[in-house]
Structure formats: structure tokens, C-alpha cells
């Protein structure tokens, strides 16, 4: 294992309350290079990319019983780095190891095909190989998730890894880092580098020996990524940000829309990139809804992220605090009717730096900004809307589409709507729509590319054709 030489460091800050928790390496230009020629070398001398599916899959299966191992100390690093709720982060470590153990099943099901004969005298078949070096950049919300969703489809399909988490949650990615060796992940084979997006990510995008880049982040530095990496024509994936409607008609259990609307929200104070920010509510049940809403949001408990009881953590970083609060300045400018929130949450026993916003909801015209930009954090509007097609109209009025609730007892109606949103993932009836196995992703604005599914494996490989000529006679197309 080696590490980085720039002598540069940060501090990495608990958001819950300020602290300097550690110090990381700022990494230098050549750190990078390093780190994408260490991957370089272990791609091309196919110590894991030629290794049988099977070995590597074994390996893949052991980095998640390690993280199953070593949940409980990965999940209270993960609150102390990135200031979610205890009890959020311990739902991330299974879905994890979920996911790891996903793609060892994938790594020996990444088949090829063969083809009707283009000729009689041939034999057509694809195989699948891997993309190569992969530049895997994440944000800070789901440090460790957001990683696994990248890194385990990568190693799956026998590609290296250069993993960049996020300059203020680095931890568990290093700590991957760390498990990938000791489960038998040869050296090299995945790397992690540490520091700031502009000049750390933008070198790993840059750097001619990475193939593909797979990004999770904003939409204004994924159009960044596309256009830096199309200059040396990597493959890149796309994973970009949202503002996903919950749709709830009148027929619809009015009790668990309601819940489910709440958690949509709140969850990760807001900090997901498929939170149903935008609730649109049938005008018939609309001030019920949002009474009820309102009523019992007020129990949703806002706290220090290492109490079990705690639901809402912290803010994880300084400009996405002050991000909110502009947002909710704008609400208040542009006329939009404040039901609860709107201000820093008081927490008992926080300190000044603690960065906690209360659970936080508006009623607002579909065309406000709060109603139509991406907030990432704890605040949600209300729209109402008349019947089927105002609401997937303004479903659909957003530059993003990445995931949608609908719910109506009705079945049919409920799939015409779903049919009908222009997003990567419809969920009906339920609150939770994220598994390995199903896949996750953009349309429009919020990205392209999938994770979480099978065919995620075909996003970390190329396909090679290989034509065979069975036929007796040999063949002489100039007949020299
Ligand atoms: P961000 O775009 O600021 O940063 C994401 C990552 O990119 C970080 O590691 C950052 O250091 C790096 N980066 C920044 N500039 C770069 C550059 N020029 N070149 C290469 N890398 C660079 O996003 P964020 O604030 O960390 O995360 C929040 C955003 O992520 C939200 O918009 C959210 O919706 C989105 N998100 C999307 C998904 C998804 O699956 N669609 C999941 C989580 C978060």
C-alpha cells in the first residue's frame, strides 16, 4: 500500500459539531498520476481483469462480509464524517453489503451473445471485457453507498479503480480501500485519492490512462465531467441531481402518502438526490393532506446523529447549510406560504457550529423556484393540482427525471401515470424504491447511465466481436 506524498493536508470537520476529526491528504497532481498509472498496471497485467469471474466473485463476497463485520465502526465513522442520523447510516451498511454481494452474484453471469450466422460458413459471439481504468468520483451525502454502487459493479466486470470520494466525507472511502486489500483485492487493483473536485477530480477526468469516469454529483459539474472527459473520448456515467415529485390523487391511502411523503423528504435532511421535494396533492384532499402533513412532522426528531433515536442529523457541509437558507429567503421573496420550519433547528446540547435545519415545508406555485430547483435539504413544496394530466404536467415541467411517486389505489391509473413521468424510477404506492438488482438513474437533466442493475455491468465493459470462418475452402477475396 502506498500513500500520498504532498505533504498538504485539510481539516475534515464532524458537521454535528465543528470538530476536527482528521487530517487529509490534499493530493497532489502527481499523487493522482500514480494512482491512475498503479491502476493502469494492474489492468494491462490482468491480474484481476483476467482472473476467473469466479475467483473474483469469492473476493467481492468477502469485501462484503467484511463490511458486514465491521458495520457498527464504518457507520459511526460514517455519522461522525458526514453527520447523518445513526439510524440512516445503519440502513446504508446492509444495503451495502447488498450491493456487493449483488455484483460478486453478477461478476460470472456478464455473458455475451452469439448471433445467427451473418454468413453460413461463420460463427458470430460478442464477449463482454472490461472498460479498463475507471475514474469513480462521488459526493459527500451517501459516502460509502455511493461508492459501493460504483466500485462493486467495477471490480465485478474485472476493471481497476481510482475512488475520489468527496473532499469533506473521505473516510470510508479510505477505509474501502483498506477492506478491498485484506479481502484479497491484488494491489493496485483499487486506489483511492483524497482532496478538492476542481483540481483532484478534474485530473482523474483529464488523466489519458482513465477510461471511464463514472460520476455522482451535481448536474452543473457532471456537464463539467462530460465535457473535460470528451476530450480524450472516455465513456462516462452520469448520476446527477433531481427534484422528484410525489403525485397523490384522491383515491390514494391518504395515511401512508402522507408517511411516505414525510420520509421522502426528510430522510438524509434532505440531502438525496432522489428526495421527493416536490409533493403534488389532488385539490380535493389537498388541505388534508398538508394538514396532516404538516401535524405530524412536527414529531420527525431533529437531533445529534449519534442518538438512535435521532431522524434528522446534520447539514454535512457549510455550503449546503447556506444553501438552504437562501433557498428558504427565496421562498419567502417570492410569495411562497411557509407551513413549518424555515429556519435552523435547535438542538439540545449542539454547540454553535453544529448545522442543523428544521424539517422544513411550502406551499408554492409550480413555477417558484423553490418549487422547481434543487434544494438538497430538508424542505419540501406543496402543489396542487386538478386530475390526471395537470399532475403529469407539472410532473414533467422539470429539467430533471430522476425518480417519481405516484399513489392511487386505482392500479390502472396509477401505471398510465407512471408510464407517463419522464424519470429513471417510478415508485407506486411504497417510499422505498432503491435495491440492488433494480436500476437506478436519470432521464433529462438528472444524468445518464445506470447503477444497481444487472446491466450496470455492461456501463464497466465493452463488447468485442469475434468472427470465426468454419468454412472448407479457404477463403481469397482478390482471388490472388
Ligand atoms: P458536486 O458535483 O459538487 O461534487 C461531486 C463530486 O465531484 C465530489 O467528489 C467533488 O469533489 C467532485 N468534483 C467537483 N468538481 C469537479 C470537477 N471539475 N471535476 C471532477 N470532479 C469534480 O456534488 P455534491 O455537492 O458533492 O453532491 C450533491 C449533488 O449530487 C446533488 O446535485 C445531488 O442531487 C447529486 N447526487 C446525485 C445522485 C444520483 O445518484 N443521481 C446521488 C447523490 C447525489
Request: proline letters at 5%; a negative charge; aromatic letters at 8%.
Amino acid at each position: 500500500m502506498t500513500t500520498a506524498t504532498h505533504a498538504a493536508t485539510y481539516d475534515d470537520r464532524n458537521p454535528a459539531t465543528g470538530e476536527v476529526i482528521a487530517q487529509i491528504p490534499e493530493s497532489s497532481h502527481d499523487d493522482v498520476d500514480r494512482a491512475v498509472r498503479a491502476a493502469r498496471a494492474a489492468f494491462d497485467g490482468g491480474k484481476w481483469s483476467s482472473m476467473a469471474a469466479s475467483r473474483r466473485a469469492k473476493i467481492i463476497n468477502k469485501m462484503a462480509a467484511l463490511i458486514a463485520e465491521r458495520a457498527n465502526e464504518l457507520m459511526l465513522t460514517e455519522v461522525r464524517d458526514n453527520g447523518k442520523a445513526v439510524a440512516t447510516a445503519k440502513g446504508e451498511m446492509g444495503a451495502i453489503v447488498d450491493c456487493f454481494e449483488f455484483y460478486a452474484g453478477a461478476a460470472t453471469k456478464n455473458y455475451g451473445e452469439t448471433m445467427p450466422p451473418p454468413l453460413p460458413t461463420y460463427l458470430a459471439n460478442t464477449v463482454r471485457e472490461p472498460v479498463g481504468v475507471v475514474g469513480a468520483i462521488i459526493p459527500w451525502n451517501f459516502p460509502l453507498l455511493l461508492a459501493s454502487w460504483k466500485v462493486a459493479p467495477a471490480l465485478a466486470a474485472g476493471c481497476t479503480v481510482v475512488l475520489k470520494p468527496a473532499p469533506s466525507t473521505p473516510l470510508t472511502a479510505i477505509e474501502l480501500g483498506k477492506i478491498a486489500l485484506e479481502a484479497g483485492v491484488p494491489e493496485g487493483v483499487l486506489n483511492v485519492v483524497t482532496g478538492s473536485g476542481r483540481e483532484v477530480g478534474q485530473w482523474l477526468v483529464e488523466h489519458p490512462l482513465v477510461d471511464k469516469i463514472a460520476f455522482t454529483g451535481s448536474t452543473a459539474t457532471g456537464k463539467l465531467v462530460a465535457k473535460t472527459a470528451a476530450e480524450t473520448l472516455k465513456r462516462v456515467t452520469l448520476e446527477l441531481g433531481g427534484k422528484s415529485p410525489s403525485i397523490v390523487f384522491d383515491d390514494a391511502n391518504l395515511d401512508a402518502a402522507v408517511a411516505a411523503a414525510i420520509y421522502g423528504i426528510y430522510y438524509n435532511a434532505g440531502q438525496a438526490c432522489e428526495a421527493r421535494s416536490r409533493v403534488l396533492v389532488q385539490k380535493n384532499v389537498y388541505d388534508r393532506f398538508v394538514a396532516d402533513f404538516t401535524e405530524r412532522a412536527k414529531n420527525v426528531r431533529v437531533g445529534n446523529p449519534e442518538d438512535p433515536q435521532t431522524q434528522v442529523g446534520a447539514i454535512t457541509i457549510p455550503e449546503q447549510f447556506e444553501k438552504i437558507r437562501s433557498y428558504c429567503e427565496i421562498g419567502k421573496s417570492e410569495g411562497a406560504r411557509l407551513l413549518l420550519g424555515g429556519e435552523r433547528a435547535q438542538v439540545e446540547g449542539a454547540n454553535a457550529n453544529g448545522m442543523f435545519w428544521s424539517v422544513t415545508a411550502y406551499e408554492a406555485d409550480a413555477s417558484a423556484r423553490i418549487a422547481r430547483e434543487e434544494i438538497f435539504g430538508p424542505v419540501v413544496t406543496f402543489v396542487p393540482f386538478a386530475d390526471e394530466a395537470e399532475a403529469i404536467a407539472i410532473a414533467n415541467a422539470s429539467e430533471y427525471g430522476l425518480s417519481a411517486s405516484v399513489w392511487s389505489e386505482n392500479i390502472g391509473r396509477a401505471n398510465r401515470v407512471a408510464r407517463a413521468i419522464r424519470s429513471g424510477t417510478v415508485a407506486i404506492n411504497t417510499p422505498y424504491a432503491v435495491f440492488p438488482g433494480v436500476p437506478f438513474g436519470g432521464y433529462k437533466q438528472s444524468g445518464y447511465g445506470r447503477e444497481l442493475g444487472i446491466e450496470t455491468m455492461r456501463l464497466y465493459s465493452e463488447t468485442k466481436s469475434v468472427l470465426t470462418y468454419i468454412g472448407e475452402k479457404p477463403l481469397n477475396p482478390f482471388g490472388v
